[in-house]
């Protein structure tokens, strides 16, 4: 079974990396909650996003991307750890 990591979180084990990703996914999704329920949009005072907020955040994302980019990191998944032998396993 081959598995892949995000190589920014490359440097722990894969639990720890499993674990990064899950909790990241896990507070997007209660934000994406906390903005569609009005409730709760209300208690934390979050005024509903329109168009120009999301373009922006996509926007200031993608400068963050390239920034880390320039600075040596990378979003792109990478395969299992290769020794001198070769693909592990074979």
Do not use: H
Request: aromatic share 6%; charged share 15%; net charge positive.
């Amino acid at each position: 079974m081959e598995t892949t990591k995000w190589r920014l979180e490359a440097g722990g084990s894969r639990r720890r990396s499993t674990l990064v990703v899950s909790m990241c996914g896990v507070m997007a999704g209660m934000y994406v909650l906390a903005v569609i329920i009005p409730l709760t949009r209300t208690f934390f005072e979050l005024s509903a996003p329109n168009l120009a907020m999301i373009l922006t955040a996509l926007l200031a994302s993608a400068i963050s991307v390239a920034a880390l980019n320039l600075c040596g990191f990378s979003l792109r998944l990478i395969g299992p750890s290769r020794g001198p032998e070769g693909p592990a396993g074979g």
